[in-house]
């Protein structure tokens, strides 16, 4: 899933980046007019918001943004830890927040949970004619046997997993795998994912609706 | 040593000193004056007495005997009838005289006042030439006399004067205490005051002259809690600053560690990094927990101690890494403080934490919280290596660490738990136990 990271400080924000990008496509601005526009053009499934934040605060943008009648999943980080801190960033917009320093797997499963209740799921495990992705330890099996997937191919299956039933544009997918910082995109590499797919899960995981896009069939 | 200087005393020396002085000088001229008086009245009576004779002997009121007054059987009415005396010459012999009266040559004197020393005596003599009868007249009285008026007259004002005195030093001594008092007054009120308290002195009953101080007092507070707001904001704001660089070496290292394959060495190396930095981590933490301690302004009401230290305990024993270590506790219920309940938590927790740190392996910590009439007491005993006791005021000194020092330590808890006793009115007491340990008591006074 695309993260947008919102952090100021050079160093975390290089370091978060990173360490989201373990699990996902992120993109890191650095102040939230940046990340206004960010949002504008990318669809994101979470942001990875700092509250102190040059310019606009992190809770100005975020009250700002809910106002707009965005409800993307928020994560904020905060370096006060009073009660008071906590409930004025989740009363500006926020669905959870961490204490800086965090640690890293905490961000992770905090940012994958969200991502995961924003779709309308609870447990991090799919499961769909005897396939089962688990999102939380990114592992795939079919018919309860392991199955090998590389990070591109597990990304795209489990953007078509969470949206069963519905077709999806290759551009979205690419809009939702890619960040500004990916170096793998060609014209044609969705289709050679979505064929890997195909051979690992089964040739009917995944329907082709000519000029539209992929789905998974309910 | 300098000697400490009372405005009272100061004040009371300025007014009296004068007083005194002045109340002998108007007592003395006083004194000079009735003795002229006195001296002029009784000259004056004397010339009286003279001519008073003269006239009587003209009349031939009783005949001149040169024996008069030579009776040795007589004896006086009065006790003054020796002092008082008179002679009276015709033709230059001493025709009559008073009794008791000798050892004066028998010849008259020339007319006027003497001062004569008759048998060791002082006399004061009148000597009237009467022009009419050729008689001269003597009269006179001893001195004493004179001295017994004065001396009366002068006791008369003096028991007055001295008692007046009294009263006026007495005014003098209480006024100054009287108008000290509202002094006396603020600096009780700066002595109750909650340490945290830096509002300033409003007492519109200040004498003007109080004022100045008060102003200068209150420029003080101000200054004060200024410094102490701006030192605790500092440290707010260094340890929210440090949070931030500390996360990005944190997450940094966690992204290095998982992204990369590393030898047992550089695992061991890396879980040493991560625990460095979990520690500075921790510190932080602990400093900002401290400052808020510190201006922590929560209303204080009352706190079932007993319900709060038993969550303490069950939380703490569910730690896995205090395993080994037994924790038993004695609580009595329902002893309830006036506290603030997130500040005992931590002075709580902190002390445990601390005792259990100390304790070896498979060591025991016990927990009791009891009361009786003076108060309610939190003992902790632990079976570590316990403290010195050089060691054990320092021990709540910022930043101290124990000789024996356990790594993971900020040296900021037991500051902590200081601070907040202290904003409890709480003593802390420790002392050693048998045969191993320390024991660490918080009493809150009832």
């Known amino acids: 899933m695309r993260v947008l990271l919102v952090e100021d400080d050079d160093m975390l924000g290089k370091a978060t980046a990173s360490g989201l990008a373990i699990a996902h496509a992120v993109d890191w601005v650095k102040s939230a007019e940046d990340a206004a526009l960010a949002i504008k053009t990318n669809p994101y499934a979470l942001i990875v918001l700092d509250i102190n934040l040059p310019g606009q605060s992190g809770l100005e943008f975020l009250a700002a943004l809910r106002r707009d009648g965005n409800d993307i999943p928020c994560l904020f980080l905060t370096a006060r830890d009073t009660v008071h801190n906590k409930i004025e960033g989740l009363n500006a917009g926020g669905d959870d927040y961490l204490v800086k320093p965090f640690d890293l797997d905490e961000l992770l499963a905090r940012a994958s949970a969200l991502i995961r209740r924003s779709q309308g799921r609870t447990s991090p495990v799919v499961r769909h004619h005897g396939i089962t992705l688990d999102t939380a330890a990114k592992t795939v099996e079919k018919d309860g046997k392991p199955v090998p997937l590389s990070g591109r191919e597990l990304a795209i299956a489990e953007i078509l997993l969470a949206n069963i039933g519905r077709v999806i544009s290759r551009a979205q997918i690419e809009s939702q795998i890619y960040d500004w910082n990916s170096e793998d995109i060609g014209s044609n590499t969705i289709e050679v994912h979505i064929s890997a797919l195909r051979r690992k899960l089964g040739k009917d995981f995944v329907k082709t609706i000519r000029n539209v896009g992929y789905t998974v069939e309910k | 040593m300098n000697k400490q200087t009372s405005l009272r005393r100061a004040f009371f020396r300025i007014v009296s000193v004068p007083l005194v002085i002045c109340s002998l000088l108007i007592w003395?001229?006083?004194?000079?004056?009735?003795?002229t008086e006195v001296d002029?009245?009784?000259?004056?009576?004397?010339?009286?007495?003279a001519r008073e004779i003269d006239h009587l002997t003209k009349q031939g009121i009783f005949s001149?005997?040169?024996?008069?007054?030579?009776?040795?059987?007589?004896?006086?009415?009065?006790?003054?009838?020796?002092?008082?005396?008179?002679?009276?010459f015709e033709n230059g012999k001493m025709v009559a005289r008073s009794s008791f009266i000798d050892g004066l040559e028998n010849a008259p004197l020339a007319p006027g006042y003497y001062d004569r020393k008759i048998d060791g005596k002082r006399w004061r003599i009148f000597v009237l030439a009467s022009s009419e009868t050729g008689h001269i007249v003597e009269v006179g009285n001893r001195y004493g006399i004179r001295y017994e008026m004065m001396r009366q007259l002068i006791l008369c004002l003096l028991v007055p004067a001295i008692l007046f005195l009294v009263a006026a030093m007495y005014l003098v001594w209480w006024g100054a205490a009287r108008s000290l008092k509202q002094l006396v007054a603020i600096s009780s009120q700066v002595d109750t005051r909650d340490v945290n308290d830096m509002t300033p002195i409003v007492d519109a009953t200040?004498?003007?002259?109080v004022q100045p101080l008060l102003s200068a007092l209150n420029r003080l507070f101000a200054r004060v809690s200024d410094s102490f707001r701006r030192e605790k904001e500092f440290t707010d704001n260094a340890a929210h600053e440090l949070r931030t660089p500390l996360a990005a070496i944190k997450t940094q290292a966690q992204v290095i560690e998982k992204s990369e394959t590393f030898t047992v060495e550089g695992q061991a190396g890396f879980a040493n990094l991560l625990g460095a930095i979990d520690r500075a981590a921790s510190m932080v933490d602990?400093?900002?927990?401290?400052?808020?301690?510190?201006?922590?302004?929560?209303?204080h009401a009352p706190v079932d101690l007993s319900a709060l230290v038993k969550r303490e305990t069950d939380e703490l024993m569910r730690f896995t890494s205090w395993q080994g270590r037994r924790l038993a506790t004695d609580i009595a219920p329902a002893n309830i403080v006036s506290g603030s309940a997130q500040g005992l938590s931590i002075l709580v927790r902190n002390i445990i934490v601390n005792a259990l740190k100390f304790t070896p392996d498979n060591g025991e910590v016990k927990v009791s919280l009891s009361s009786d009439p003076r108060g309610t007491v939190l003992r902790v005993t632990d079976t570590g290596p316990g403290i010195s006791d050089t060691m054990k005021d320092k021990?709540?000194?910022?930043?101290?660490?124990?000789?024996?020092s356990v790594s993971s330590g900020s040296g900021l808890g037991l500051a902590i738990v200081k601070s907040i006793a202290d904003m409890h009115g709480a003593e802390i007491?420790?002392?050693?136990?048998?045969?191993?340990g320390l024991v660490f008591e918080v009493r809150f006074k009832s």
């Open chain 2, 64 to 88: 001149v005997d040169e024996n008069l007054g030579d009776d040795p059987a007589a004896k006086p009415q009065h006790k003054y009838e020796r002092k008082i005396m008179f002679r009276i």
């Open chain 2, 40 to 49: 002029e009245v009784y000259d004056a009576t004397l010339a009286q007495y």
């Open chain 2, 206 to 209: 200040i004498p003007q002259e």
């Open chain 2, 429 to 436: 007491a420790l002392s050693d136990n048998q045969p191993t």
């Open chain 2, 286 to 299: 602990s400093l900002l927990a401290f400052s808020r301690v510190q201006s922590d302004k929560s209303e």
């Open chain 2, 28 to 35: 003395s001229a006083g004194m000079a004056y009735i003795y």
């Open chain 2, 395 to 404: 021990v709540f000194e910022r930043f101290f660490k124990g000789q024996k």
